[in-house]
């Protein structure tokens, strides 16, 4: 079983729509729970990232972590288009490791 | 305040060839690190340094060389390019490896080896 499983997509949503991104991880050590997004052809950039289980919410943009199923989400209300990237979930545990999950393509379509 | 600076943006090489991507940071971050990213395998850590003068390996350390003799500075080295290190590959920094969770990555060399 792979450490973080994040489905590639692509996920096509309408503007306006809510998104939900997901990321299932079989690591209970884990306790920092990251989302990053990347524009085609840049550096990923931190979006958000939590510390144990819960909600944090920033704008339009909540993470959510479950840490009972092992399963964390973003979900982005008011898509625009300015939304469409790739989203990369990342974990890491007490030894300062971060696995990456293989990223997610969004796009939203005008 | 330039954040993480990568150079080249794009570099073609020959197999065999050896070459530099180069790393800069302004923050005063003490944790910087080298990743690769390819389609399909997400990214993955080559090295690493906590500090100037100390350095280790990632999970794909194999064909590449690290040093870091300032705090601002963490080359990447290519002893011999091959195929197989075609990718594009990202530098990262934070303030310290515990702090690794809000890491900045820079824009990216993109290494095409023939």
């Known amino acids: 079983q792979k450490e973080v499983e994040q489905d590639p997509g692509p996920l096509s949503v309408p503007e306006g729509a809510i998104v939900s991104l997901n990321c299932t991880y079989s690591n209970s050590a884990f306790q920092y729970f990251m989302w990053y997004r990347q524009y085609s052809r840049k550096g990923p950039e931190l979006l958000m990232y939590t510390y144990s289980s819960g909600n944090k919410e920033d704008g339009r943009f909540t993470a959510q972590v479950d840490k009972s199923s092992k399963y964390i989400s973003l979900f982005i209300r008011d898509s625009q288009p300015s939304d469409s990237a790739t989203y990369l979930c990342?974990?890491?545990?007490?030894?300062?490791?971060?696995?990456f999950g293989k990223g997610t393509r969004l796009h939203i379509l005008p | 305040n330039a954040g993480v600076t990568q150079t080249p943006k794009f570099q073609v090489l020959k197999t065999g060839q050896s070459m530099t991507l180069q790393c800069a940071q302004d923050m005063n971050h003490e944790y910087m690190s080298w990743y690769r990213q390819d389609p399909g395998m997400g990214l993955r850590l080559i090295h690493y340094?906590?500090?100037?003068?100390?350095?280790d390996q990632g999970e794909v350390p194999n064909g590449y060389n690290v040093s870091r003799s300032t705090t601002e500075d963490f080359p990447l080295r290519l002893l011999s390019a091959a195929p197989s290190q075609t990718s594009v590959y990202f530098c990262?920094?934070?303030?310290?490896?515990?702090?690794?969770?809000?890491?900045?990555f820079g824009p990216g060399t993109r290494l095409t080896v023939l």
């Open positions: 340094s906590v500090g100037a003068g100390i350095t």
């Open positions: 990262a920094s934070s303030y310290s490896q515990t702090e690794i969770a809000t890491q900045y």
């Open positions: 990342a974990m890491k545990g007490r030894d300062d490791k971060i696995i």
